[in-house]
Nanobody, 125 residues
Framework: QVQLVESGGGLVRPGGSLRLSCAASGFTFESYAIGWFRQAPGKEREGVSCVSRSGRLADIADSVKGRFTISRDNTKNTVYLQMNSLKPEDTAVYYC??????????????????WGQGTQVTVSS
């Protein structure tokens, strides 16, 4: 069955780094764009970054631009989100999701077909 499993979350001090991974199985990974989203308590889910099927196209939210980088390895069916210079406002549950319809990638949640269970990222001193 389709599975997206996030890992790499945790507790980190402000200014620190984490690398999230999204491991996919049960579908043709290279046929799907992958997005990262986050949701903080009491807030709506927001798009953080996305990468197209080939990995050649990507988008990133202004709030994390210059600090977060997305990449994908189609040989490992995995997408990564490298997060540097973390801030307390980055605290959220981070989700990855897969989109089969778009040739590019989108950071709008309703474009996505499959979702992982999420991984908690907490930035605090």
């Amino acid at each position: 069955q389709v599975q997206l499993v996030e890992s790499g979350g945790g507790l980190v001090r402000p200014g620190g780094s984490l690398r999230l991974s999204c491991a996919a199985s049960g579908f043709t990974f290279e046929s799907y764009a992958i997005g990262w989203f986050r949701q903080a308590p009491g807030k709506e889910r927001e798009g953080v970054s996305c990468v197209s099927r080939s990995g050649r196209l990507a988008d990133i939210a202004d709030s994390v631009k210059g600090r977060f980088t997305i990449s994908r390895d189609n040989t490992k069916n995995t997408v990564y989100l490298q997060m540097n210079s973390l801030k307390p406002e980055d605290t959220a549950v981070y989700y990855c999701a897969a989109d089969r319809r778009n040739w590019d990638c989108r950071t709008t949640p309703n474009e996505y077909d499959y979702w992982g269970q999420g991984t908690q990222v907490t930035v605090s001193s």
